[in-house]
């Protein structure tokens, strides 16, 4: 957390003016995802999983191959994979993981993503996310209930085309609607004025081959591939606002929602109520 402050602060230190190595600080700024440390309950938690590392290619940044590590509990047939969301990790998960340990017949599956967590990588992005839900799906096979936080909902969208699985449920919860508006959110904040944000987002759009507005969970949605959908989401979530979601919703009927008014963005994966209706759901 304290390297993004320092980027953010230096960002905006410059009032909008531009700097030598200006779209390097950016790039940080927008692709540099703040740690946390683990707390003693998750440690815990992360002490009674079966430990895996796999591999992803980072072709966009590091341009080498990255190591993430995940977590596995119980050996049950009823396979649950869970995707973390941006500055996220497994552990963050801990309340719900050890409730859905509960679950007869389960395993859970959690992973930090590269560039989150305990994992390899300096600066991450959604494709990385995706590559590390796909590494996990390929290895221990298709998951019956894929569940993703924040950004981690949108990664789940792309490993599920990509894998061409069909779990019975996808939960989504608090979902990234439009990546791009998020990217623009965080350049505002930081006073970057309009110009280098036009030379970001050519850069940006430069590298991933593909416009930044197209990072949106519209355009990655798998719509053929999902026999059932449930979405949590706050309505007063300044992350991930509602009026992308709602757009989504209308575009998406068949989608079952359900509101939990007040849990933010990053409380609401720890809410008591929300993990009780996932446990009554899933079980």
Known sequence: MKKLKTVFNQVKSL??????????????????????????????????????????????????????????????????????????????????????????????????APGNGSSEGELSNLMLFAKAAEAVITTFGAPDVVIGHSLGAMANAIAIKETGIKPALLVSIAPLINLKENFIASLNAADVAQGLQDKFFTDFEALFDMKASEFTLHNLYPTHAITRHWLAYDPEDKIAPFAFLASFLTAHPEIETKVYEGRGHERIIKDDLVIADLVSLIG
């Open 15 to 112: 009032n909008g003016a531009e700097a030598p190595d200006m779209l390097s600080l950016l790039w940080q700024l927008i692709c540099y995802s703040p740690k946390m440390p683990v707390r003693l309950q998750q440690q815990q938690l992360l002490e009674e999983a079966k430990l895996f590392t796999l591999e992803v290619e980072d072709s966009h940044f590091s341009k080498s191959t990255l190591k993430f590590n995940g977590f596995i509990w119980g050996d049950g047939k009823r396979k649950i994979m869970i995707t973390h969301g941006w500055g996220s990790k497994a552990a963050d998960f801990a309340e719900l993981i050890t409730a859905l340990k509960k679950i007869d017949n389960t395993q859970v599956i959690a992973f930090d």
